[in-house]
């Protein structure tokens, strides 16, 4: 973390977890727990349909809401889907787009990435872009060059002043829910190196103040360890954001002064 440049941001992804009344029981039980964090911003990603309620629940505990994923089109057919200006007029403030879930299993590309970043900003929302590798391309060597790809390709025509309200977490695809983490030097190493990525683009007053995020496994255990590099500003959290004490727990690992 560096928190003279940039923003500290603690983000719950629920994946296709918890219905309405599992929303309501985790808002009611984290509460107490989580207090008003001073020095990091708190986010849950939850289900659509979850939205309003949560938008309403933790608007007391400060936690900000975001969608797991949103259309490129403002409306029009597409059956089934939901766009960013749709997530705003709820009261959602960010929304995750290109998680390699979404990559793998429903044909998102960096096309499509690139696209919903456009028309995330467009609707004045925080887009937490994720990128990572497979344990294929790691054993292949290719990591360095394929994040900077990724980075590049979702970034394609966003302007520099756009990119305040830009997050990227990376994501190593095999250390996403497998309980393997990259350890903070792998993790440091390519958050770095996705820095050096922004500044080439956009120069380094940009690349300071860009928040970055790390996920894949991380938990209430390791994330005291990754937080501390300087180039990781936060978390982006599956399973352990389901659990209002790991999660919590992480939040205050986060918000050490
Ligand atoms: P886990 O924390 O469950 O590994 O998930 C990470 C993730 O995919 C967050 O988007």
């Given at each position: 973390?560096?928190?003279?440049y940039?923003k500290?941001i603690i983000?719950?992804?629920w ?27 708190v986010?849950l ?25 949103c259309?490129y089109?403002?409306?029009?057919a597409?059956t ?5 200006e ?5 009261g ?9 879930e979404?990559?793998?299993?429903y ?23 994720c ?9 292949l060597?290719?990591t ?19 990119m305040?309200?830009v997050?990227?977490?990376?994501e190593?695809i ?5 309980g393997?983490?990259?350890?903070a030097?792998?993790?440091a ?8 990525v ?6 380094a ?11 894949g ?9 990754l937080?501390?590099?300087p180039?990781?500003?936060?978390g982006?959290?599956?399973?352990a ?9 992480i939040?205050n ?5």
């Amino acid at each position: 973390m560096n928190r003279r440049y940039r923003k500290t941001i603690i983000a719950g992804n629920w994946k296709m977890n918890k219905t309405l009344s599992e929303t309501r029981a985790f808002a009611e039980e984290i509460k107490d727990m989580l207090g008003r964090p001073k020095w990091c911003e708190v986010v849950l990603c939850v289900p659509y349909v979850n939205i309003p309620a949560a938008v309403r629940l933790f608007k007391e505990s400060r936690i900000a809401i975001g969608a797991e994923n949103c259309h490129y089109e403002s409306h029009g057919a597409y059956t089934g889907e939901v766009s960013a200006e749709m997530l705003k007029e709820l009261g959602v403030k960010y929304v995750i787009i290109g998680h390699s879930e979404r990559r793998q299993y429903y044909n998102e590309t960096d096309f499509t990435v690139n696209k919903k970043v456009h028309a995330a900003l467009e609707a004045g929302l925080h887009p937490i872009v994720c990128v990572g590798e497979s344990l294929e391309q790691r054993e292949l060597g290719v990591t360095m060059e394929l994040i900077a790809y990724q980075v590049k390709a979702a970034l394609a025509g966003v302007p520099a002043d756009k990119m305040r309200h830009v997050v990227i977490a990376y994501e190593p695809i095999w250390a996403i829910g497998t309980g393997k983490t990259a350890t903070a030097e792998q993790a440091a190493e390519v958050c770095e190196s996705i820095r050096v990525v922004i500044r080439k683009l956009y120069g380094a007053r940009v690349a300071r103040a860009v928040t970055i995020q790390y996920g894949g496994s991380m938990n209430a255990k390791n994330a005291a360890e990754l937080l501390a590099q300087p180039d990781i500003d936060g978390g982006l959290i599956g399973g352990a954001s389901l659990k209002p004490a790991d999660f919590t727990s992480i939040v205050n690992d986060a918000n050490q002064e």
